[in-house]
């Protein structure tokens, strides 16, 4: 938030980390929130960063922004909490952040691969949004060849309860076929097994290598980095630009196929 800018009150305080938004909407209602000493019951309200902000008294402090690229292990679940005391993606960041971090989007226990972790709300939220038709790019590898016919299939589709779905790419990265890379925006759960599974190939090991252009590069099995700031403006593409489906870093990701015969 620049000192010029200007945000809807209930959302400076969710972005402050006091509270969601609907329960900062509820306080704001019931009178609990002063900009510069004045009560204000409407969430609307636009605040700049230089007014001050107190709810019940206690004065609230713009939460830094920010995004980190991770490379999940194996085992591990994207959520903040389990009931079953497995580990958890956030116990990975345990300690490090004051700030509460949440993963965009999920991968299951058993993926590894790239996820972003943020306290970016509204990233969040976008970049989750089927309409900006976020690219993800998966690397398969089965226990039985994979054959042309699969690729073939996933290319023009495949008919599951909740719908028909297709890959937007696929293709044997290597000479081996028992591994395919395919990429796909659909963020429906479990996707790439599902399809695989209807296809005949229920065991696979999935690994996520790309996600919204990004890439492994030099990042470990278990590490992660800061985004850098051109980083963060390229994810920003798909909120701002809804025809804009693929940044230009993903083009690179064109060497991860061969032609299929």
Not at 153 to 165: H, I, K, N, S, Y
Not at 211 to 231: I, S
Request: proline content about 4%.
């Amino acid at each position: 938030m620049t000192t010029n800018s200007e945000i809807a009150l209930n959302k400076y305080i969710a972005h402050a980390g006091y509270c969601s938004r609907r329960v900062a909407t509820d306080l704001i209602k019931n009178g609990k929130v002063r900009i510069n000493g004045i009560q204000v019951k409407t969430p609307f309200t636009l605040v700049k960063a230089t007014d001050l902000v107190t709810v019940e008294n206690n004065p609230i402090t713009p939460e830094k922004k920010i995004y980190i690229l991770l490379n999940k292990p194996k085992n591990v679940i994207c959520t903040v909490a389990d009931e079953n005391n497995r580990k958890t993606i956030t116990d990975l960041f345990a300690g490090v952040f004051k700030e509460r971090l949440y993963p965009i989007g999920r991968l299951d226990r058993s993926t590894t691969g790239l996820i972003i972790m943020t306290n970016d709300g509204d990233l969040t939220q976008r970049l989750a949004h089927p309409k900006y038709e976020v690219p993800k790019m998966y690397q398969v590898t089965s226990e039985t060849s994979i054959a042309k016919s699969v690729i073939e299939t996933l290319l023009q589709g495949v008919p599951l309860e909740d719908g028909f779905m297709k890959v937007d790419e696929a293709g044997y990265p290597t000479s081996s076929k028992k591994i395919v890379n395919v990429t796909i925006h659909s963020g429906k759960n479990h996707i790439v097994r599902r399809l695989f599974e209807e296809l005949g190939h229920p065991d696979i090991k999935l690994d996520r290598f790309s996600y919204a252009g990004l890439t492994k590069e030099k990042l470990r099995t278990g590490e992660w980095r800061h985004l850098t700031t051109q980083e963060v403006a390229a994810l920003y593409q798909y909120e701002e630009k809804e025809l804009v489906k693929e940044p230009k870093k993903i083009n690179r990701a064109k060497k991860y196929y061969a032609r299929l015969g």
